[in-house]
């Protein structure tokens, strides 16, 4: 038997709240029935694209009725295993099926957004910075775009994710397609960007936003390990945002400690401005 939350958090702020689907050691049904009493809105994590790791037609339908008793909404997290801009154009068509694929299989239960990587460093071993890397991975990123989107997706429900390289080579193609933005904190923070500086400037794109805390470099920790500074920078664009926002933790203990670090962290900022 899992441990339960302790408390609902339904309705609490002005943002969605909501977590991953991978809390529990269990699949994604078993999931949802513990965290739907508890939260607004369930992160389903599709990281792998084989057919056996996705859920079935059958877990979508039960997950579609789960929403309606629990009352609540899915993001989808695209699959990682996908890289739109690589060199080999049968690796590219391969990662547009692959999203179709998945967009088509999880519509039935009417995700809020659906987030995606435009990977990186994978397609390069070296990591290259080199302008001119970087100028033809955009152009094969932005090709791949223009050829997922013409098979119906709608732009604005594909959420592109800040990653571990500067999100301004991947903020032509957002614009330029009419893409949604998936703010990351944890990534900026590893990354050493300013967290109300980057929400500010994508604010009107953001739909959806990952927090969770680091330490020595490590990431997805509970919100607790988070500096004041930093978990102040987070409440404040929360404050404000009317969007769904994701502790993206994969255990019960760093999902309790979050909730419960958010919670007084969001009143003491309350008090502070009265």
Request: hydrophobic residues 40%.
């Amino acid at each position: 038997m899992y441990p339960s939350l302790s408390k609902s958090y339904k309705g609490l702020y002005p943002f969605r709240l909501g977590t991953t689907s991978f809390i529990y050691p269990d699949h994604y049904i078993p999931n949802v029935k513990m965290l739907g009493p508890y939260l607004d809105e369930i992160e389903l994590l599709l990281f792998e694209s084989a057919q056996d790791n996705l859920p079935s037609k059958h877990e979508i339908k039960e997950l579609s009725m789960l929403a309606k008793e629990f009352d609540i909404t899915y993001d989808i997290h695209l699959p990682l295993d996908i890289y739109l801009g690589d060199k080999n154009p049968t690796i590219r068509r391969s990662a547009i099926d692959t999203i179709k694929q998945v967009v088509d299989l999880t519509l039935p239960l009417a995700p809020s957004i659906f987030t995606l990587h435009f990977s990186y460093d994978e397609a390069y071993d070296e990591g290259s910075s080199d302008k001119d890397i970087v100028k033809k991975w955009q152009e094969r990123i932005y090709e791949s775009m223009e050829l997922l989107l013409s098979t119906g997706i709608e732009s604005r429900s594909i959420a592109i994710e800040n990653l571990m390289y500067p999100f301004e080579w991947a903020e032509e193609i957002v614009s330029s397609l009419n893409l949604s933005v998936c703010i990351d904190t944890g990534h900026l923070i590893l990354m050493n960007r300013d967290i109300i500086e980057t929400f500010n400037k994508y604010h009107d794109r953001t739909s959806i936003i990952h927090i969770h805390g680091v330490e020595d470099n490590l990431d997805h920790l509970s919100l607790d390990k988070l500096t004041d500074n930093k978990i102040s920078d987070i409440m404040e664009i929360l404050k404000t945002f009317a969007g769904t926002a994701i502790i993206e933790v994969f255990s019960y203990d760093n999902l309790q400690a979050s909730l419960k670090y958010m919670e007084n962290s969001l009143s003491s900022l309350a008090r502070r401005q009265k």
